[in-house]
């Protein structure tokens, strides 16, 4: 059975403000980096979302004391009793998210042992937990299948090791420089993702006493220490949900500002939103966005790893380029599958057409490959109101764009799924004057 149905009455123009907080990309992976420390350690401007929820059930299973003022965004991690937890705790607590996996480096320090527990997530495109084994077994670690996940084991402290990334994965960044800080000896990582959120995590474990540095050719080296204390940091404002918010400003033609984010982190999506037709006010404490008026115009823009225009940005852009004059290319070089989102599109009047082919310029990994990773929407098509289905977190959001821009009454189930990664978005919208009831 679907959780979480929203009744939504659409063609209403959002104004008002909102805050944004933390980015869920970095403090849930902040939070697993409070396991290498020996003291304890405080995140502010946290944000309280599921994945939170998921990563404090899970450290406290093993031994973690987690304190949380949720009024204030601040977390309090205490590892100092870190302890193995019951396999069937991690697997209950873990539940579909693939936090589990980033345990293992901290957790091979601290006890010699860790489980993984067999792992969900958003199904947006091939996320194999087999490179992230594939690293841990670099530094030393065994790995045995067991009964619902994989058990692995160090009995002799982590080694440095080199690695070389095929693609800058994120996760697979964020494995290795949790594994390497307590490693014995140099890790050298070639072609390592350089997000703004990876770098914010580099700064946390800095503080905590690591040694790191990034090379301007996406090479990461890091020297293991015997030591990591605890730290204090204020997470980094989420970017994703800052440009969601500015979306729906757009595709509602509202005006919406977005309290705590920032125009470093954005520049490259910001750049697109003004070409589109959107504009924006950059203030001390935060972005003004709204449509100014005028016919939106069409682009043509591929997804990038960083510096490039985030992939996670690009759904709940889609649903404002339905209403853009001309014909609209998107390529998605990052997650093969990621635009099964526009089939509720296409029910409530978007004209989008998906094809196999790279529609772009950018080197792509999934060319010839028949994944329909390229988009071609036509507009303005006037959207109307639909029964639909949340896919995935970004796609599900970009569901609720479509919905509160369309002419009359939509019902969107599955929106539990947002609460991953967007904090009390229902109070959110309400405060934007959107007519949203949750009615199950």
Known sequence: MVDGVLKVEGSRPLHGEITVRGAKNLVPKAMVAALLGESQSTIRNAPMIRDVEVVSALLRIHGVTVDIDQNAGVLYLDPTDVESAQIADIGRHAGSSRIPILLCGPLLHRLGKAFIPDLGGCHIGDRPVDFHLQILQNFGATIDRSDGGLTLSAPRRLRGTKIELPYPSVGA??????????????????????????????????KMGAIISVDTDRTITIEG????????????????????????????????FVRGARQTAMSTFLNIYRKVGGAFDVHDDGIRFYHPGGQLRSQALETNVHPGFMTDWQQPLVVALTQAQGLSIVHETVYENRFGFTEALNKMGANIQVYRECLGGAKCRFGAQNFYHSAVISGPTPLHGADIEVPDLRGGFSHLIAALSAEGTSHVSGINLIDRGYERFMEKLEALDARVERIK
Request: proline share 3%; glycine share 6%; aromatic share 4%.
């Open 173 to 206: 960044t964020e494995q290795t420089l949790l594994a390497a800080v307590r490693a014995e000896g140099i890790t050298v990582l070639h072609g390592a993702a350089v997000e703004p959120e990876i770098i914010d995590l580099i700064d946390v474990l800095q």
């Open 225 to 256: 220490v015997d030591h990591l204390t605890g730290f204090t940091h204020v997470a980094l404002p989420d970017r994703i949900e800052a440009a969601s918010w500015a979306s729906a400003a757009l595709a509602t033609h509202g005006d919406i």
